[in-house]
């Protein structure tokens, strides 16, 4: 299969939408994998204005590859030994991860055990899995950093960083907290940067519509994705879609980690698994 193949599809598709779909491919190589998933979400569009409006959100997604990922991880690696000047002797490591469910967080505290370790003499003890075990084992006047491979509202770990915080002081201790994230919403620096010593990111992303269009171009952009999204179901499981339009908070997220999960951030017409009443539909983002 080459770079820009697309395999033959169950429905016959115009010349129009073939090229569409083509192109997207070619500027997002990992669409190819998704082209059933891509064709079933674009013919969703009612007219011109919200495809054009698609294919512009999906051709800005910010995809990162195994490989980039691998990339992202040394530069943060970097960023807390040498430009943070953390040690492994006065830092840990710590996933947001509070509940008996896993999270990307934890996964990316083991991630980062291997980058780190080209730094000095990191230990197994460096890196803590669940932020509700970091109280207890961080030594008073530390470092403490938080990582994560997404950040998108903020709400989150701008919360987790005030429990941190209240907790550490119910204890007599104090720490330099600090944020370490692959990629962020830029609107999520609002939230946690005035509780941290810093809150650094690999890649900042703006709104996919805010961020981008203005005037009446915006204008137009909002209510064309306010008519997808009203295809969508009411309802998955106990979700409300009301409650993720235009992503979680609202913050307009076009992101995807190649083998992870994907946040709730992105646009919904992007992962919501159900159209109205309650029928299923196939997601370019598939999602737990």
């Known amino acids: ?11 016959q598709m115009s010349r129009e939408l073939f090229g569409t779909i083509f192109e ?3 500027r997002q190589p990992w669409l190819l994998r998704r ?6 979400t674009v013919v969703l569009c009612e007219n011109e204005d919200q495809k054009n ?3 512009n959100l999906i051709s800005r997604f910010h995809f990162r590859s195994a490989q980039n990922h691998l990339e992202d991880l040394r530069i943060l690696a970097r960023k807390i030994a040498v430009d943070w000047n953390c040690s492994p002797e006065n830092t840990t490591l710590v996933a947001l991860e509070d509940r008996e469910c896993a999270d990307s967080s934890a996964m990316l505290v083991q991630q980062m055990k291997g980058p780190l370790a080209e730094h000095g003499s990191w230990k197994t003890r460096n890196f803590i899995g669940r932020l509700g075990d970091v ?3 961080a030594k008073d006047g530390s470092n403490i950093v938080i990582v994560d491979d997404f950040c998108g509202s903020g709400t989150s770990i701008s919360k987790k960083v005030t429990w941190l915080t209240n907790n550490l002081n119910k204890v007599g201790k104090s720490a330099s907290i600090r944020v370490a994230v692959g990629t962020s919403m ?3 620096q609002d939230l946690i940067t005035p509780l941290v010593v810093d809150f650094y990111s690999v890649h900042w992303l703006r709104k996919g519509l805010n961020g981008h269009f203005k005037d009446q171009e915006l204008a137009e952009a909002i209510a064309n994705m306010e008519a997808i999204e009203n295809k969508l179901s009411d309802r998955n499981g106990a979700k409300k879609i009301e409650d ?3 992503g979680w908070k609202r913050s307009e997220a076009l992101f995807y980690l190649e ?6 951030n992105n646009f919904p017409i992007f992962w919501w698994p159900k159209l109205k009443p309650t029928r299923k539909r196939l997601t370019i983002l598939p999602r737990v």
């Open 1 to 11: 299969m080459t770079e820009v193949e697309i395999p033959r599809a169950d429905e």
């Open 24 to 26: 997207l491919s070619a």
């Open 35 to 40: 082209s059933k998933e891509l064709y079933d």
């Open 53 to 55: 409006l698609l294919v």
């Open 135 to 137: 109280v207890g084992r």
């Open 186 to 188: 830029e609107q999520s």
């Open 244 to 246: 993720f339009s235009f």
């Open 259 to 264: 083998g992870g999960n994907p946040p709730n």
